[in-house]
């Protein structure tokens, strides 16, 4: 079984070594890319959870439909790894991993999926933003 020191030591590793990580309790990290994009990794096993918190769902009525309409639209067509969906108020982009069988290339493409998604889809998004 992979364990939390295997996870932390491929996070460790991500973008070329180049993430600041911050262990926020035992098995539940933040990590941040030179780019700014901050995802959190958390050990739970049988599981290993990236999430990123996107934005704040908007308070109209039209504009949450139609941002649930483009993120549904994310899903079915441009996300490889993971998914967008809603926590507490705000979107987040997911994906869960397997502990068993996971490696640290598996572990990569995740992370780099999620990163690049979101820079991808920023654009789009910021025009669902309130304020």
Do not use: C, K
Request: glycine content about 8%; aromatic content about 6%; proline content about 2%.
């Amino acid at each position: 079984m992979i364990t939390r020191e295997d996870v932390q030591s491929w996070i460790e590793r991500l973008d070329g070594g180049t993430v600041e990580l911050d262990e926020l309790e035992p098995g539940l990290w933040r990590v941040r890319t030179q780019e700014g994009a901050e995802v959190v990794v958390n050990y739970a096993s049988p599981v290993v959870i990236l999430r990123v918190r996107v934005m704040e769902v908007p308070a109209d009525e039209r504009l949450r439909a139609d941002l649930f309409r483009q993120l549904l639209t994310f899903n079915a067509r441009e996300l490889v790894h993971g998914s967008y969906g809603l926590e507490n108020g705000h979107v987040v982009l997911t994906d869960t991993l397997e502990l068993e069988g996971l490696d640290y290339r598996s572990l990569e493409a995740s992370f780099d999926a999620l990163t690049v998604s979101l820079a991808s889809h920023l654009g789009s998004l910021a025009a669902f933003r309130e304020g």
